[in-house]
C-alpha cells in the first residue's frame, strides 16, 4: 500500500536490544505510525477484524490512508459476500483505488450460484458508494453479458488485464458510439487491455473514440487488425504511455504511425516485425516524438545495435530495453559515440532488470500529467 512509501521506517537504538526504548513495551503501547504500518500488510477482511479489538484500532483501521488502495481476490464464497459488504460500508467512499482478481463477473440474469459470481447489483453498489474510485483494475476473471456502461463512470484508469470478455462487453443501448464514450469515460486517461485475446470488433471500434486518453496497452491482443491499429494512431493523438508489445502485425509501418505522435514519452513495441530501417526513419523524421523518455524493442529480431548510437543522437532517452543476445549488442554498449559518463541513459536488458517480463508502467501516469509540455 502507498502508506509504506509515506511512513518513514524506525531508527534503531544504540545498544543491545535489552536496552532498547521499545523493550517493555506492548503493542497498545505503541505509536500510531507504527501500528499504521502493521495495518497497511493486512487485507480489508483482517483489518477490518482488527478493527472491532479496541476503539483505538478502531479508529485506526479507518484511517483514510489504508483504504486508498483496497484489493480482493475471489478465493471463496466469503470473499465475495465480504466485497458485497465493503461497498456498503463507510469507509467504500475512502476508496481511491480497487483491484478485483479472478471474479466471475455477470448480470443478474445469468448470475448462477457460485463461489466467486459478481453479479450487476454488486458492480452497481460499487459504483455508487465509491465515491472517490478513479483506478478499477480487474485481473483474469471471465466477463460476460457485461458491457462497459456497468463500470463507474468517474473513472481514470481501467485495467481489463488478462481476462475473458464477449461481444457484449462493448455493446451500449445508445447506437452513437461517440456519445456512449463520452458519457461514460470523458475522464479516462488510462487503459488497459493487456492479454485480452477477444480484443476485435465492436469494441475495438469504442476504443478508437477515446481520443483523449493518455496511456493504452495492448500488450498481447491477438486479434487486432493492422488496419485498426492505423486507425487508432490516427485518432489518439494524447498517448503519452503506448505498449503494442507482442503483436505480430505491428510492422514498420503501424510503428511509424504511431512514432509520429508527438507526445509519446513511452514506448513498447517489443516482440514485434519493425525494423532498423523504421527506427532510424523515426528519428530522423522532424515529426518524431521529442518527449521520448523509454523505448522497449527487446526481441525484436530485426533490429540490430547499430539503432543504439543512432537513437541516442536523435533523442533524449532515459532508457533503453534490449535483449543481451542483439546482433551487435556489445558494440552497442561500447560505441563511441555513448559518452561513459552519460548516466542519464541506461541500456537495459533482461539480466540488468532481473526479469524477462515486459516492464509495466501504469502508475507513473499521474507523474506525466503533471508534466507541462508547451
Not at 4 to 16: D, H
Not at 83 to 88: D, T, W
Not at 169 to 189: Q, T, V, Y
Request: net charge positive; aromatic share 10%.
Amino acid at each position: 500500500m502507498r502508506l509504506r512509501q509515506n511512513l518513514k521506517p524506525l531508527r534503531k537504538s544504540a545498544g543491545s536490544s535489552r536496552n532498547s526504548s521499545f523493550s517493555g513495551l506492548t503493542i497498545n503501547e505503541l505509536p500510531d505510525d507504527v501500528i499504521l504500518m502493521v495495518f497497511s500488510f493486512l487485507s480489508p477482511k483482517y483489518l477490518a477484524q482488527a478493527g472491532g479489538t479496541c476503539p483505538r484500532w478502531y479508529n485506526l483501521s479507518n484511517h483514510p490512508i489504508l483504504w486508498k488502495d483496497v484489493y480482493f481476490i475471489a478465493s471463496d464464497r466469503l470473499a465475495l459476500r465480504q466485497l458485497a459488504m465493503f461497498a456498503s460500508s463507510r469507509v467504500a467512499q475512502l476508496v481511491e483505488s480497487l483491484t478485483l482478481e479472478g471474479y466471475i463477473i455477470r448480470s443478474s440474469s445469468t448470475a448462477q450460484k457460485s463461489t466467486n459470481v459478481l453479479s450487476k447489483p454488486v458492480l452497481e453498489k460499487i459504483s455508487r458508494n465509491l465515491v472517490n474510485l478513479t483506478s478499477l483494475r480487474v485481473e483474469n476473471a471471465n466477463i460476460s453479458n457485461v458491457n462497459l456502461s456497468m463500470f463507474p463512470r468517474r473513472l481514470e484508469h481501467l485495467s481489463i488485464y488478462s481476462c475473458i470478455i464477449d461481444e457484449k462487453f462493448a455493446s451500449s443501448e445508445n447506437s452513437n458510439k461517440n456519445r456512449f464514450c463520452s458519457r461514460f469515460f470523458r475522464n479516462l486517461k488510462s487503459l488497459d487491455f493487456a492479454y485480452v485475446h477477444k480484443l476485435d470488433g465492436k469494441l475495438s471500434d469504442s476504443i478508437r473514440n477515446f481520443t483523449w486518453l493518455e496511456e493504452l496497452d495492448v500488450t498481447h491482443c491477438v486479434r487486432l487488425t493492422k488496419k485498426e491499429l492505423l486507425i487508432w494512431a490516427k485518432n489518439m493523438q494524447n498517448l503519452r504511455i503506448l505498449n503494442i508489445s507482442e503483436l505480430r502485425i505491428v510492422d514498420d509501418e503501424v510503428f511509424l504511425a504511431f512514432a509520429r505522435l508527438r507526445r509519446l514519452m513511452q514506448f513498447y513495441v517489443s516482440y514485434t516485425k519493425i525494423t532498423n530501417f523504421a527506427i532510424e526513419k523515426m528519428c530522423k523524421s522532424d515529426n518524431r516524438p521529442k518527449f521520448l523518455r523509454v523505448f522497449d524493442i527487446r526481441g525484436c529480431v530485426n533490429v540490430t545495435g547499430e539503432v543504439v548510437a543512432i537513437l541516442r543522437k536523435y533523442l533524449s532517452l532515459d532508457q533503453l530495453f534490449i535483449h543481451r543476445n542483439m546482433l551487435g549488442f556489445c558494440e552497442a554498449r561500447n560505441s563511441p559515440l555513448l559518452s561513459p559518463h552519460d548516466t542519464n541513459f541506461e541500456i537495459l536488458d533482461e539480466i540488468d532488470t532481473g526479469s524477462v517480463v515486459l516492464p509495466y508502467f501504469l502508475e507513473r501516469i499521474q507523474q506525466i500529467r503533471d508534466l507541462n509540455f508547451y
